[in-house]
């Protein structure tokens, strides 16, 4: 996967925040904090793609069973369906250098 690296980033962020009503995306804020934290510099792009794919994540999560099991990036052979496919179709889009954050 071309940007695998940052779907460990967000997982170690934590893919969401608390809400009140369930899980919501990361903040611009809390992914900043995450950045500094851990001394790491993001590509525009790349803070970009995290926060499309922790929204990602939530919309997924709020429309399927809780249950689902997690996507293991580094299994042999798998291929991503679901909850997975969304966030990697997401990561692996680009964002369109003319269209505003």
Not at 22 to 34: C, D, H, K, N, T
Request: glycine letters at 6%; aromatic letters at 6%; hydrophobic letters at 40%.
């Amino acid at each position: 996967m071309e940007a695998q690296h940052l779907l460990r980033m967000l997982e170690q962020m934590g893919w969401s925040e608390p809400g009140g009503f369930g899980p919501v995306p990361l903040s611009s804020r809390e992914i900043l904090a995450w950045c500094q934290g851990m001394a790491v510099c993001l590509e525009p792009w790349e803070f970009e793609l995290i926060r499309n794919a922790s929204r990602a994540y939530c919309r997924e999560a709020s429309a399927k069973d809780p249950r689902e099991p997690v996507f293991d990036a580094d299994a042999p052979g798998h291929k991503p369906t679901g909850l997975a496919a969304s966030l990697a179709a997401t990561l692996n889009r680009k964002p369109d250098p003319k269209k505003p954050s």
